[in-house]
């Protein structure tokens, strides 16, 4: 990763901050300073995107001591190294195995979008518009970007044209405060979550996480015999006293690992609890990592769908600017130290099946993850990445996207809200209590389990959880235990929970399940029926 | 994996065979025996798409010994494992945190493709066809597959539509001689071959592979610790014998590891040196495996790239049957014990892009990829399987596929013959030598460097590789050094290769390169020039 696209960016001294990103028009103004890389698996870096403020900032630290002998050990690509040879002029390969693109059985890809701000479905029926890449556009001068070159290999970080996009989405949002920070397109945030693993962790060691962590992010670190130490919540999740004494009196020889290195959270609308770190907390989290040299991974797929709180009469944001200042902010956005990894994923705001998702870290972390990836997974889909460029950067903009996630904000308060209020009907106050999330897609719902009439017959919590959960199936309401989310599986659990998605399912069916599940639990904790 | 899908497909004891796939239509008929799960994320196995036949054969033997520590510790999702509770009559789930597809703003996919049999660049952009697939196509009854499903999160398998092409493409191909055999799509097979040596190996660990191989392959391996034991190679790729040899004669102490229990293999047009094993060596590397109890993973690119030899008069097969009776037979065609794992790319038939390929093997084996790559990488992109669904599913079918791989043969014959014509042209016989190559992508030249004048001033291998890769360049045509696919670093190298591939370049810029690549030899060797 050359540092040489500083010198195209930083004019002179004087340190030129990025247009308003709500005005699409001074975007594409301001981008005529760098050029995209449109070759064939060409390289690109973040650099060549950023805006020239960004490189007057100080460097990340360094994280050598935190890297696992796996990720030491990954050398950069031998023919991959070759590649530099290919920008002299006139130079004709027989080195790499590329298929030319008239192999490819694919003239051209449309898709049918949503014009902003028309966003609905029934809005697209009507006023959507079909973008179309060809196979030879980019030779053509029609677009930056083609299936000639989506379709063929490409770097590991991605195709360029969607680096551009992510590295300018992370600068608006985020505007880390080190200078060399990267992104590098992701398969996901489970194989970003996974390589991680790999990349800071030995077997045996012990990472530190929630209590009730998301099932898969758990179930992804047993099997390489990385342990949980997990942190206490409250509804603003992560407590940092908690952790601090967690740390602080860390007993290697009891534990048999040294002291944890690493944090995995979900800061906002965390699953499965739904909670989210005020921009206090943040500081406070942050602080304790810093005392005692964490490295923070922040895996953050719910982060656009922060709402306001439920029934206070806040209006939603009313602009783009307005919307971009109530966010809360990120850890990347308080990384003085560039101790962060952030997971972004387009699976809850586009869709999962894109799978297509980024990181951003600093440089030295990206580089061994565009590394372990040149040796799995590769790159997303070239019908991905040029799918979300026709939308995302030729049909939208920054500005059309930040409206998108506008609309998605609002359409994820509509269906908590709903829930909520199916909770407020249906559910027996005496034996249920909740807390209204303020951003992703969960409802945790607390049971108290010891007034089960089957607690005074001697029951475990894991037999009256199981017994409330098939009542609720059978009635025909399917929600998540607690204790799947459990992250660490040696503590006694005090709490009973359940988990409700408002995501999924219509608004009509979800009142149901709630109706449902309330009928069940009054049948279990044997109060009388619902009027 | 649920073997209940045999029930539906053995009609009594009578075996049925699949009717010829040359016939779309008679595909058709056959098809309506078993159903295609369409539901979102729904379930589904190879079992509910194979033949009858397939289930009147014996059982693959069990691996158990051969899986890592990882690989043994991997359980089931517990978040999919309520998914069993969805398919209760009404039952509405508040469970998984599935969005809902009214949130993905893309309301049709179209894509422009050859009508086959006319599949050039040329042909497809007069009379191809553009097939749209739209969000709701499945509830609409327009087709098996849309946007819906597809751009949701799915099985780690893949998409039930597509894991049934890939299984009926599997065993049209190659029929496996045992019943249990099970397809899972992959992100590719770099992705695959990593996850491999996750699951088959510990650091410390040596794998058998030929003695020049694929750089990435061995560069996936290295920083998980694993070394190679390079076996040695005729033009027919990995030596019987050296193998058995090798494999007699391990010595633990000496090598500070167990034998080998992997081998990882090119059969087909081997990266780098072109190779293709013959029927009978590839049936004696298996007998090879048997004695030694070597579980083999075949990894597969190029198998559709067969040729007819070169010059030899050998017309192309004429007919969609003649070309399946040419192919040589798969390891895992002569697997009678489920002891091959073969790896399958969409990359060099259809394109890199798609992020997609396949792996066969026993239930067992592919269960736990199937469990990896659910903590992992998830599945292949929802707009790459789509898009291969509605190409080659519902526009070609299996008929059209074969008769697009009969066209990619031709493709890659008439390239490969251009090379060599120009090898022939223009390469000092002095100082070059080939076998013209029967599969693939590649040309392998060895040159005699012990004749070049350096080896008498004391020059290196590796310094007189260096010189003479560097004359090329310096003349503007860029080949692979020999030495980046040694796959054991520690053996003495005796001979000197540079690779040509004749997949990328056009013909006239491929000749002009092989022509400089001749110039910067007779330079180096001190030859008069070409006249």
Not at 34 to 46: H, I, K, L, M, Q
Not at 48 to 56: D, G, Y
Not at 124 to 149: N, Q, R, Y
Request: overall charge negative.
């Amino acid at each position: 990763m050359s540092p040489s696209a500083v010198d195209i960016k930083v004019q002179g001294d004087t340190a030129v901050t990025i247009p308003n990103p709500v005005d699409n028009n001074a975007l594409a103004a301001w981008r005529k300073t760098g050029a995209v890389p449109t070759g064939t698996a060409a390289f690109s870096t973040s650099d060549m995107f950023k805006s020239p403020a960004c490189f007057t900032r100080p460097k990340a630290k360094r994280w050598d001591h935190h890297l696992s002998l796996e990720a030491k050990s990954r050398k950069p690509s031998s023919l991959k190294g070759a590649a530099k040879f290919l920008s002299r002029p006139g130079m004709i390969s027989l080195g790499g195995g590329l298929p030319s693109s008239e192999t490819f059985p694919f003239e051209e890809m449309s898709i049918k979008v949503p014009r902003a701000p028309k966003f609905s479905e029934a809005e697209t029926h009507v006023s959507g518009t079909t973008i179309t890449a060809g196979k030879h556009d980019i030779k053509e001068g029609k677009s930056l970007f083609d299936l000639e070159v989506a379709l063929n290999y490409g770097q590991s970080v991605g195709f360029a044209q969607m680096v551009r996009f992510v590295t300018e989405h992370t600068e608006i949002i985020h505007e880390p405060p080190y200078s060399d920070w990267y992104c590098c397109l992701t398969v996901g945030n489970t194989m970003a979550w996974d390589a991680t693993l790999r990349i800071f962790c030995e077997r045996g060691d012990y990472i530190l996480t929630e209590e009730y962590a998301f099932a898969s992010a758990l179930e992804t670190a047993a099997p390489l015999g990385i342990r949980i130490a997990a942190v206490k919540m409250d509804e603003q999740g992560l407590l940092p006293e908690d952790m601090d004494e967690l740390l602080s009196n860390w007993d290697e020889k009891a534990r048999g690992a040294a002291k944890p290195h690493l944090l995995y959270t979900v800061p906002s609308g965390q699953n499965p609890t739904g909670a989210t770190q005020s921009a206090q907390r943040r500081q406070e989290v942050y602080k304790v990592c810093q005392r005692h040299d964490i490295f923070i991974v922040e895996d953050e797929p719910y982060y656009f769908l922060q709402m306001e709180p439920y029934k206070a009469g806040v209006p939603p944001p009313s602009s783009r600017e307005e919307f971009l200042k109530v966010l809360l902010p990120s850890f990347l956005k308080i990384d003085v130290d560039g101790r962060v990894l952030r997971l972004e994923s387009f699976s809850k705001v586009l869709s999962p099946g894109t799978r297509t998702g980024w990181i951003v870290g600093s440089e030295q972390i990206v580089e061994r993850f565009a590394r372990h990836f040149e040796s799995s997974n590769q790159n997303p889909s070239g019908f991905s990445q040029l799918a979300l460029f026709k939308l995302l950067d030729e049909e939208w903009g920054h500005a059309g996207y930040l409206d998108w996630l506008m609309h998605m904000r609002l359409y994820y308060t509509h269906r908590r809200d709903a829930l909520l209020e199916a909770c407020e009907k249906y559910l027996p106050r005496e034996v249920t209590s909740w807390v209204p999330p303020s951003a992703g897609m969960f409802q945790w719902i607390e049971v108290p389990w010891k007034k089960h009439p089957g607690y005074a017959q001697g029951k475990s919590h894991a037999e009256i959880e199981e017994a409330i959960f098939l009542a609720s199936v059978d009635r025909g309401a399917l929600l998540s235990r607690g204790s799947w989310f459990r992250s660490d599986k040696h503590m006694a659990e005090d709490k009973m929970f359940f988990r409700a998605t408002f995501a999924a399912a219509p608004t009509d069916k979800m009142q149901e399940a709630i109706k449902r599940f309330g009928d069940a639990l009054r049948a279990e904790f044997g109060l009388k029926d619902a009027e």
